[in-house]
């Protein structure tokens, strides 16, 4: 190179302006890097981390997410794993020009995301259960559940449940016949007074477990 070309290039109205050429880098970024850099040993890293980390996820989750549960903690570790195996060495020395920690805040907001979606969709099912059940659908769960938590048979019929409220007097008895009779009477008619009279009474029961 002489050393004109070492001159920067002037221009404007009296030659004092220095003239800038862009120039273009070859230096790949990302994805690109990740994917011309990837060997063997990534590979490795990606099958042994995905199982354990969706292992460790579905495991801390709750049960009851089914199979959207499983969706999601099978992309989350898919996403954590890639995450980890852009910390071994890229083939050629190549490195992307964003760090792996940079990717963390992304994921976090994915990982808010989905922890979002998952509460919405358990508050949607939770509501359609109440609303599916009714108001003495839900007495009857309660009822049954405190039954069976002073050691009633699970399933049974509400007279039986009622037996172990022996030592509290009739009232049990009476809210096994009230919710007999809102599931199976034909002349059944729903009354306030009747589900607040059956509310209180269940309340007592439960205080006595």
Known sequence: MSSEDQVPRLFGPTGRIPQVE???????????ALREGWRTAHTVVLVLVAP?????YHAAADPSAGVLGVVVHGALALMAS???????????????????????P????????????????????????????GRWGL??????????????PP?????ELAEVFADNGPAA????????????SASWTDDDEVYLRACATLKVLERTR
């Not at 992304?106 to 059940?133: I, K």
């Not at 809210?175 to 009779?181: G, K, M, N, Q």
């Open 139 to 152: 007495v009857q769960d309660r009822f049954a559940a405190a039954a069976v938590h002073r050691g009633a």
């Open 22 to 32: 862009a120039v273009s880098l070859t230096r790949s970024t990302g994805i690109t």
């Open 82 to 104: 890639v995450l980890v195996t852009t910390y071994p060495p890229l083939r050629r020395g190549e490195t992307p020009q964003v760090s792996s920690c940079a990717v963390v």
């Open 106 to 133: 992304a994921l976090m907001v994915v990982a808010a995301g989905v922890v979002v979606l998952m509460a919405a969709v358990r508050l949607v099912r939770r509501w359609w259960y109440r609303r599916c059940r």
């Open 52 to 56: 354990l980390l969706f292992v460790s």
């Open 155 to 159: 399933g049974a019929a509400n007279a």
């Open 173 to 184: 008895g009476q809210v096994a016949a009230i919710l007999d009779a809102s599931a199976f």
